[in-house]
């Protein structure tokens, strides 16, 4: 068979993992002959290919990014770029397309599987946000590296008796600041699925400050909201898929809390440092086991599915599953675990 791939949305550690597995099954166990679209379901509009064998992905493993390159265009908000899709997968000869991406890119994968597309999804996201699997490549990654900023945060806030903000992404959900905040010791999470109150989260502050504690540490998601009418926030240009750009969250909040409770505060953007350089061997292993989880779905036949990670099998879920809903964080992870150490 005639295989493509490609990568759609925020890049995420891991994609090349993921194509060095498709090509390696693909090519020694079926015999097939791999390409790549280039920079996301850009790549399909314009018929842009390169061919992708067991050569060019050597050495790719434990490189972050996509040898690909990716995008965020949509193909349905650009005029004629459904039929645009269509026309290079049968001018290319491509009989099957694997979508490495997010909502936004398996969306579109979704879409096209309803024109008759034979379309296969791998679930990717730093944000952990697709529903249909319980861990998206690349989420690792994004905790661990936030990790590693709040250990290194705590000793210099810790040694100027100050608050620190650090901001993380997660637009529509909070999971990289749930897990990294519990895994860090935070003082305070704010996550976009609790809009939260500013005067309590000073109130918070204030009552660890007075037993002694010199130092906390408030982890935000960049996608958290203060509950309607207490704060202001900025806003950003929006993309083809309706999503706004963030950032700014961390330090409107670090501002207010120094006006308030008038502790010295100071906020940290992460920001894509959480999304480049290499995958944890976590991922790196969860993004081989779904590459070869790609192909073996392609020779079945399963089009118009994305492979997933339940209990700890892979298994697949029909692409409706996956872009439905957007998987948020639990609350008993959240209210149960996480707050039990808020501003103790
Ligand atoms: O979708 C992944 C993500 O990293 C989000 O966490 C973040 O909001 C967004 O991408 C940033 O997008 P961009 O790289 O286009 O600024």
């Known amino acids: 068979m005639r295989v493509a791939m490609l990568t759609g949305g925020g890049d995420c550690p891991g994609l090349n993992a993921v194509m060095r597995a498709v090509v390696r099954k693909g090519e020694r166990h079926y015999g097939d002959e791999l390409v790549g679209f280039l920079d996301g379901w850009r790549g399909v509009i314009d018929g842009a290919v390169r061919p992708l064998d067991v050569e060019a992905l050597r050495g790719t493993l434990p490189r972050g990014g996509t040898i690909l390159g990716s995008s965020r265009t949509n193909p349905f908000k650009i005029e004629g770029g459904v039929d645009a899709c269509k026309a290079s997968m049968e ?3 491509i009989d099957a397309l694997i979508a490495i991406g997010g909502e936004d890119t398996l969306g579109v994968a979704e879409k096209l599987h ?21 861990l998206t490549f ?12 709040i250990d290194r945060l705590h000793t210099t806030a810790e040694s100027h008796h100050r608050v620190m903000v650090v901001e993380v992404m997660g637009r529509h959900a909070g999971h990289i600041a749930v897990w990294s905040g ?24 204030r009552r660890r400050h007075e037993k002694g504690n010199y130092a906390s540490i408030v982890v935000v998601a960049e996608g958290a909201v203060p509950e ?17 750009r963030l950032g700014g969250i961390g330090n409107s909040l670090a501002e207010a809390i120094e006006d308030r409770t008038g502790f010295e505060t100071r906020q940290t953007v992460l920001g894509h440092v959480q999304r480049g350089g290499t ?19 392609v020779h079945d036949g399963a089009f118009g599915q994305m492979v997933a990670l339940q ?14 809903t957007l998987k948020t964080v639990d609350p008993d992870l959240y209210h149960g675990v996480a707050e039990v150490f808020f501003a103790g």
């Open 91 to 93: 001018a290319l000869g």
């Open 228 to 244: 309607e009418g207490t704060m202001e926030l900025q806003t950003g240009e929006v993309d083809q898929f309706g999503h706004v």
């Open 279 to 297: 995958p944890t061997a976590f991922d790196r292993v969860l993004a081989t086991r779904f590459g070869v989880a790609a192909i073996d779905a």
């Open 114 to 134: 309803q024109l008759g597309v034979h379309v296969i999804g791998v679930p990717k996201t730093i944000d952990n946000d697709l529903s249909g699997t319980e």
């Open 138 to 149: 690349g989420f690792d990654t994004a905790v661990q590296i936030a990790t590693e900023a």
């Open 182 to 205: 519990i895994a860090g010791g935070a003082t305070m999470i704010l996550i976009p699925e609790e809009p939260f109150d500013i005067d309590s989260v000073c109130d918070a502050l």
């Open 311 to 324: 209990s700890g099998d892979i298994v697949r879920v029909p692409l409706t599953e996956a872009v439905g």
